[in-house]
């Protein structure tokens, strides 16, 4: 959603979704605290018609009904998308239709993660659904340079590297004074899925307790489901006293509590989208706000991030984790971090998206796409 709303700055975009534009202007506001654009125009699919609700079948042709209203005359427009089933159709029906560039970006390729869990008939109907989708599309973004690559590998399609960003208003030069007197050394936020690694996390943080850190940790992102255990977690380990759990909040209050911390923490797990795939917003939160960090040395990180105030850790192993926690501290505890800034600053949802626009404009004949007629 930051995506499309820098996109709609440099662009006339209309978002087709099941959900209503009261709903998504009030999650802008809640998440971000401002109006939606006014060139993002929003556009209802409805997905139940004579009494029968389906996403396959109704969203599907209210999508092909509203785009082939957009591009009557000489207009011709780009649909973008991240939905590979609605991709795979949609770009194979409009393959000889010139009105349209069809764009795909990619975040992971589902058929491989689905074989790594042995789930091997499914992965075989995705990996066809897949096929389709990449030997239709005219421009794919992949979020690595290790998923592109993989694309290429598998589907033959080239794909131009394009990672998550962060917001040009959470980038920000952080002072000294404020940088050694923070109330937590660590901080993570996001999700606590179990690739996410924040289990090792807590591994480390008693390990850390037990070698005399009497420092704390700050944990965002909990879900309410999940709080509970979460909980039990880290009374059983004995570290409650030294970490603070916080549900999730709003994406407009992250930058305020990163700025408590001294030190950034990307704990992912050697699984699923770690493998090839992960690009997490985090790590562009926490460089936006100056934040060293202590990341998990899983390939898809590995090979996309080339900065001096990270320290890098064996994946799933808390004693090394430990270790370089206590490293980032020691060495980044006192310091400011302009360069981890500067390199977020080049990584912005308004950068990314003026990227995406010229690499679709250059698809296109004659100075670019025409905007839809109102």
């Known amino acids: 959603m930051q995506f499309i709303f820098s996109l709609a700055q440099v662009t006339p975009v209309y978002l087709l979704s099941l959900d209503t534009e009261a709903q998504i202007s009030e999650f802008y506001r809640r998440e971000f605290g401002s ?3 006014s060139s993002l125009n929003i556009l209802t699919i409805r997905n139940k018609r004579f009494g029968f609700r389906s996403n396959t079948l109704w969203f599907r042709l209210g999508v092909l009904r509203v785009i082939s ?5 000489k207009t011709r427009i780009a649909i973008y998308t991240r939905n590979v089933k609605l991709a795979a159709w949609l770009f194979s029906r409009l393959r000889k239709d010139h009105r349209f560039l069809k764009v795909f970006e990619s975040h992971q390729i589902f058929s491989q993660n689905l074989a790594f869990e042995g789930r091997f008939a499914e992965a075989a109907k995705e990996f066809e659904l897949e ?38 208003a959470d980038i920000g030069v952080v002072s000294e004074q404020q940088t050694t007197s923070r109330h937590y050394d660590f901080v993570y936020v996001g999700s606590f899925n179990e690739w996410k ?25 909990v879900r309410p489901a999940d709080e509970r255990l979460m909980q039990e977690k880290i009374d059983a380990l004995a570290i409650a006293s030294v970490t603070d759990l916080l549900p999730r909040v709003p994406k407009d ?3 305020s509590l990163l700025d408590q911390a001294r030190v950034g923490v990307i704990p992912n797990s050697l699984l699923d989208d770690s493998i090839f795939n992960t690009s997490p917003l985090k790590l562009f939160d926490y460089a936006a706000r100056g934040l060293p960090m202590v990341i998990s040395a899983v390939p898809a990180l590995l090979t996309e991030i080339n900065l001096d105030a990270v320290e890098w850790f064996v994946p799933d192993n808390s004693v090394s984790l430990a270790k370089h926690l206590e490293l980032a501290l020691n060495k980044y505890g006192s310091q400011t971090h302009g360069t981890t800034i500067e390199w977020a600053f ?14 679709i404009q250059r698809l296109v004949p004659k100075g670019g796409l025409e905007p839809p007629s109102p």
Do not use: M
């Open 69 to 73: 209203g957009l591009a009557k005359g």
């Open 35 to 37: 109006n939606t654009p």
């Open 197 to 221: 690694g924040v289990d090792v996390l807590l591994d480390a943080l008693k390990h850390l307790v037990g070698q005399g850190w009497t420092g704390k940790a700050l944990l965002i992102g």
């Open 131 to 168: 096929r389709k989708l990449y030997r239709n599309a005219d421009l794919i973004f992949a979020n690595t340079g290790l998923l592109a690559s993989r694309i290429k590998r598998l589907f033959g399609s080239c794909a131009t590297v394009l990672p998550v960003a962060v917001r040009s």
């Open 346 to 359: 080049e990584r912005s949802w308004d950068k990314r998206a003026s990227l995406v626009l010229g690499a």
């Open 253 to 255: 209050k992250v930058a």
